[in-house]
């Protein structure tokens, strides 16, 4: 059955250039950042007026140039407990994406696994915190290892929640693909069923990473001689309120900096996934 | 008819099904979906299957995949009924490419699977991407590709994996109509050099007697084989057939037989 050899059909598309942001939505995502940095430029000039008019005592509300004065003058106090915070948040961060992962990758793969322990986990998160804290404390002592249990307590739940759902949201025509190519279960699980689940690790991992900080901080308000939570706790009462202020402020920019951090992690790791978001993006505008 | 039914060349069928029954049972009513159904298909032969719309096509490739087994009857593949799983190619209308991979790294999933280092796999994955017109865009993940494209990367795929059956379960049916024209001669053209069996479901008359050797008719559910149509027309074919009369005969005849099942489908009363 001898034949021509035809060349395939091939509408010639544009060569596959990888996909950047244009200059279209580049303009937009900066005067997005030009709005937000102006509404906080606003509360702060508005802050900052209302005490001058007022002549609100600074123990009381410390006007932000107070709080700012504060923070460079403490800088090495500050520095101290927020190394002491930063190490609970991120310790206790990785024991929860640890056993979140091994979880979810159970509770996933086999039913009855599921059925024995998801209602655990769910049930887990229905305990205040706040009690449990204060017993951790008669448990395992007055040291690091309490803090890292409560940051890890609230992590885990959205880390085992969203990769489940990942690896559950498995499009079964592809499962059955994988089949028919001869994968054992263990393939699909590998090739298939883990890459579809990252974008939702990543998602749990956000908000994760965001109640690892305040964890913290609760475990040090419960009973702690360091770290940014017991500076706030201590300073209160001494009417050192532009040191307490100092560190929420040092707090938050914790939390946001991790965040970016894990954002920017994202975008490294799974450079498909936004490539293709945006692109989505792009054709729905 | 008035063509000569060319004498079968093949002694064993590559694809031989028997008896095939289908029930599905759902909130204790049983819907029979395929009732009794042989089919064959030689070493090389191109079948097609066409029929109404839940006729339970489907559910055959289904089962000849091995994902579903049927309920009364068997399946053999170049004489052997066991572990169809893994020894059929299987090409569903969704591309089914897998986001995070490249072009080359979808292609030779199969060849992954069966422990053929990534390295090699690549290698012979390279040697075809002109064949599929993939070239200059082995690198690119599948989301920049156009429909057509993603297509053939899910044939390269396929073609990869080295079964000797490929079942194609309506591989065009998402693309446009020139498109779906221009890949219907190229898959021709792939299925002489590479020589498979291939067993083609689809809704599309002319895209049938275009490629097929065979076209079996389906009736409406359950699904029962109504008639086999052998397609004479001469090989190699290009696409200024479809207007000529013999070709125009076989569409009619079987457009005929289509149109008496999706009457009766229609009056059926759904069970």
């Known amino acids: 059955m001898a034949m021509t050899q035809r060349e395939p059909p091939s509408p010639t598309p544009s060569p596959a250039a990888p996909v950047g942001p244009n200059k279209h939505t580049r303009v937009r995502s900066l005067r997005g950042w030009a709005g937000s940095a102006l509404v906080v430029a606003a509360v702060i000039g508005a802050w900052q007026g209302v005490v001058a008019l007022f002549d609100i005592p600074a123990w009381k509300l410390p006007a932000p140039s107070a709080i700012g004065a504060e923070l460079v003058a403490s800088r090495a106090l500050f520095l101290r407990h927020a190394w002491v915070t930063l190490q609970e948040v991120l310790l206790g961060f990785g024991v929860a994406l640890a056993l979140g992962v091994i ?36 448990w395992v002592g007055y040291g690091l290892a309490p803090k890292i249990i409560v940051v890890a307590l609230i992590a885990f739940f959205p880390i085992v929640v969203n ?51 305040i964890g913290a901080v609760i475990g040090e308000w419960v009973g702690a001689s360091a770290g940014l939570g017991y500076l706030t706790r201590v300073s209160v009462p001494l009417f050192l309120t532009a040191r307490s202020f100092g560190a929420v402020v040092i707090l938050s920019a914790m939390g946001v900096s991790l965040f970016l951090a894990v954002a920017l992690l994202e975008r490294l790791l799974l450079p498909w996934y936004h490539t293709e978001r945006r692109q989505r993006a792009l054709e729905r505008s | 008819m008035g063509y000569v039914v060319e004498p079968q060349t093949h002694t ?53 995949a091995g994902l579903d087994d049927p309920s009364q009857g068997s399946v053999e593949i170049d004489g052997s009924g066991l572990h169809r799983l893994g020894r059929v190619a299987y090409m569903h209308q969704k591309d089914l490419l897998l986001p995070w991979r490249t072009v080359l790294d979808n292609a030779i999933l199969g060849l992954e699977v069966q422990g053929v280092p990534r390295s090699r796999a690549r290698e012979r994955a390279l040697a075809l991407t002109e064949r599929f017109g993939l070239k200059g865009f082995e690198h690119a993940y599948p989301f920049s590709l156009s429909g057509g494209m993603r297509q053939r990367v899910a044939f390269l795929r396929t073609i990869l994996s080295e079964r000797d059956v490929i079942l194609l379960d309506e591989p065009f049916g998402a693309l446009d109509a020139l498109t779906r024209g221009h890949m219907q001669e190229w898959l021709l053209d792939l299925w002489s050099s590479f020589g498979k069996t291939i067993v083609l479901v689809t809704h599309d008359v002319d895209e049938a007697v275009f490629v097929s050797d065979r076209i079996y008719v389906f009736t409406a559910r359950p699904g029962r084989v109504k008639t086999v149509v052998p397609v004479t027309l001469p090989r190699p074919r290009g696409y200024e057939m479809v207007t000529q009369a013999p070709f125009i005969a076989l569409k009619a005849e079987l457009l005929a037989s289509l149109r008496e099942e999706s009457v009766r489908a229609q009056d059926a009363p759904w069970q």
């Open chain 1, 163 to 213: 990769t489940v759902d990942g690896l559950r949201g498995v499009d079964a025509d592809m499962v059955n693909m994988m089949r028919t190519l001869g994968a054992s279960r263990r393939q699909v699980f590998v090739k298939v069923q883990i890459p579809t689940a990252l974008p939702f690790l990543f998602s749990g991992v956000k908000v994760a990473i965001t109640f690892s900080v």
């Open chain 2, 12 to 64: 064993q069928p590559m694809l031989r099904v028997a008896g095939i029954s289908k029930d599905f049972v759902s909130g204790g009513q049983v819907l029979s979906v395929l009732n009794d159904v042989d089919f064959e298909a030689g070493r090389g032969e191109f079948v097609s299957i066409i029929g109404p719309s839940g006729c339970g096509k489907s559910t055959l490739l289904n089962i000849i």
């Open chain 1, 103 to 138: 979880l979810a990758g159970l509770i996933a793969s086999f039913p009855t696994f599921q059925r024995a322990v998801y209602p655990f986990v769910i049930a887990s998160q229905t305990v205040p915190i706040i009690v449990i804290a204060p017993l951790l404390l008669i």
